[in-house]
């Protein structure tokens, strides 16, 4: 049985066989701006699927997020998103573990300093920005200071008595 022609299956069906049959610019994506960008940091891996890249059991993932080490996003529905991000930091969960043989506690301390040196670099980027603006402003103000000079003005100064006796004698 074929699906109805206004279910949203039959819609689907539809578009999909007019697609490269005559039309102009068919099967092309529409120009402009993509609706929805990935970065490393956008949740998109449910536990399983994160459990699977990161070499770990789903179960030590919950134990991690229920210690704070690496604390995915949620769902409506409370379910956990991993993203890309999150999935290097419970390899670098793992490797601390097991390598260095650092405890859960001392990793959670890790991660917090790591966190604290970023949050303190980004913050230092900003200052610099700031200053080097401002240093900016102020060559601009003071280039406009010197221009607005008058040229044909002398300097004064100021002429200091003296008690001192001069005595001339013309030459001979």
Known sequence: MSPHPDSPRGAEARIGAGIGEGLPGA?????????????????????????????????????????????????????RRYSARDIQQLREVQRLSQDEGINLAGIKRIIELENQVAALQSRVSELVDALEGAAATLQQREAAVHASYRRDLVPYQQVTQSSALVVWRPKR
């Not at 699927?49 to 080490?69: C, F, I, K, N, W």
């Open 27 to 79: 099967g092309r994506r529409p120009a402009g701006p993509p609706t929805y960008v990935l970065t490393e940091d956008t949740p998109v891996y449910v536990i399983s699927v994160a459990a699977e890249l990161s070499g770990l059991h789903p179960q030590t993932l919950r134990q991690y997020d229920r210690l704070g080490l690496v604390c995915p996003d949620r769902t409506a529905g409370r379910g």
